[in-house]
């Protein structure tokens, strides 16, 4: 599914206005209905209903959608923002459709304004700014956000939490942005909706359709895409009937210190479990005994050191390479990991210390073959590319670092997102908060290692690497919990993941 930007929402709207056709003024009436009817579903008409109306299109919705309230026996009371002595045209539109309809519901705000008292049991509907903002509220709009986010009052938000922008938020002041709870965002979820700490202003999400041109969306060039299972199934590859270990890939994982023997048993097992014929792992000899209880059907190779990683090896024979997971950052391992790097000609997934060590030794970046599969968390990327001082920039970060270096970046979080080297982005719709849990970047790493063996392209062992291991994680914590997942559930989930897909 496409995501967006509020110039492409715009575009989208004129091109269903153009091409259905349909008076723009119709588009709204059929967006207000669908906001109506979800509505009404979560609250009664005996809940009294104030609307804060700004004088846009998002103004516009609020107004028929108020109209349409008291249609249904609502008491609802408007509060129409025209500070500027201009509306848009459909909310002028809209303005007089409610008047004649019940003019002694409609006040509107010119100058002076007295807020009305909003209690426990009111519903308020924010219709002040939509998709269109592009800059922070201040002044009075930011005084009656902030007075409406004090209300013990339940709030639902038209399209996008008001003083919310669509994309970039990160100069926003955010303590002028609504806190909903429950945002109706119109035909597609916005770009700004799944970084982190924006959930606070979004509360319960529902996408709401409108129908919009479907030839539109088609039509319409996006940089952001949300993974759907649909994407993900044509990717598959069958197993052959005939198979035997020696078709089905060779990886070699190269993971964990000594005292980190645990990162290397994730990744390793993960590895296996996504289908690889032969999995050998690269670890000191302190790890011997962890490695072969653990993981018997792996092959060990054990490096001359005890504790560390400490010189590259020959991966001729491999048809993909994972390092990184629990290797320590010791200026010897951070030899062997380059010089690893640099000599490795199958595909490569570095993740963990791998992507620790680069980032003290950023002019080895240039040397990073192209095609790396690099999968770091928040605070790894920071260590790489600098402090972000929100999603938004860190994403757009990764985004050029993925360009630059013609790489693949997978920024692991709720909603992680997979960067392309032509600059384009991918986040992923599945798992949960129950896989915040030390460990499970090391099954990721291990998953996406196992597809490469296999014999996937790059981009398609990222997008069904991490919406397998999403959807383990799921599996995971409907049967456990999410205060219960460990890394290794996710292990003993991935089976049935696979299984969802290719049934």
């Not at 995501?3 to 091109?15: C, V």
């Not at 680069?358 to 928040?378: E, V």
Request: proline share 4%; aromatic share 6%.
């Amino acid at each position: 599914m496409k995501i967006f930007t509020s110039a492409q929402i715009h575009e989208l709207d004129k091109y269903t206005i153009e091409h259905e056709p349909i008076k723009s003024i119709d588009l709204m009436e059929r967006a207000a209905k669908t906001l109506t009817q979800t509505i009404t579903d979560h609250w009664s008409n005996a809940t009294p209903v104030i609307v804060f109306a700004g004088p846009g299109n998002n103004g516009g919705d609020a107004l028929a959608v108020s109209r349409m309230l008291i249609d249904r026996g609502y008491d609802v009371k408007v509060y129409l923002f025209n500070i500027s002595g201009h509306l848009s045209n459909d909310c002028a539109t809209n303005k007089a459709r409610l008047t004649d309809k019940r003019s002694k519901a409609l006040i509107e705000v010119t100058q002076e304004f007295e807020p009305p008292q909003l209690e426990a049991n009111m519903l308020v509907i924010d219709g002040l700014f939509g998709s269109g903002l592009n800059k922070p509220l201040a002044g009075g709009f930011a005084s009656l956000v902030k007075y409406i986010n004090a209300s013990p009052s339940k709030v639902v938000s038209i399209d996008v939490p008001s003083g919310l922008m669509t994309e970039d938020n990160t100069y926003n002041v955010r303590a002028n942005i609504i806190r909903a709870d429950m945002t109706l965002t119109l035909q597609h979820q916005k770009l700004s909706f799944l970084f982190a700490e924006n959930q606070q202003f979004i509360g319960q999400m529902k996408v709401l359709d409108i129908r919009l041109s479907k030839e539109g969306v088609e039509k319409i060039d996006a940089n952001y895409t949300l993974l759907e299972e649909s994407d993900v199934l044509p990717r598959l590859q069958k197993r052959d009937p005939f198979a035997h270990k020696g078709k089905m890939g060779n990886a070699l994982i190269i993971a964990g210190s000594y005292g980190m023997g645990g990162a290397s048993v994730l990744a390793t097992k993960a590895c296996l479990r996504s289908g690889a014929g032969k999995v050998t792992v690269h670890t000191p000899k302190g790890n011997n005994i962890i490695m072969q209880i653990s993981v018997p059907e792996a092959v060990i190779q054990f490096d001359k050191e005890e504790t560390t990683f400490s010189e590259a090896v020959d991966t001729e024979d491999f048809n993909a390479v994972g390092i990184g997971p629990g290797l320590g950052t010791s200026e010897q391992t951070a030899i062997a990991i380059i010089a690893q790097l640099r000599r490795t000609q199958c595909p490569l997934v570095a993740d963990a210390d791998a992507i620790n060590i680069l980032a003290t030794h950023r002019a080895w970046l240039q040397q990073l073959p192209k095609g790396i599969i690099l999968t770091p968390h928040p605070k790894e990327f920071e260590r790489l590319e600098g402090r972000c001082t929100d999603s938004f920039e860190r994403l757009m970060k990764a985004r050029d670092l993925a360009q630059r270096l013609q790489c693949y970046i997978i920024l692991k979080g709720h909603h992680s997102s997979l960067c392309l080297p032509d600059g384009h982005i991918i986040f992923n719709t599945t798992g949960n908060a129950g896989m915040a849990t030390a460990g499970s970047g090391d099954v990721l790493t291990g998953i996406i290692t196992g597809l490469l063996a296999r014999g996937y392209k790059q981009e398609d062992a990222c997008i069904i690497g991490m919406y397998l291991h999403g959807l383990a994680g799921d599996f995971a914590a409907r049967d456990l919990g999410e205060e219960s997942v460990i890394a290794s559930d996710l292990i003993q989930y991935l089976p049935q993941a696979f299984k969802r897909l290719y049934e």
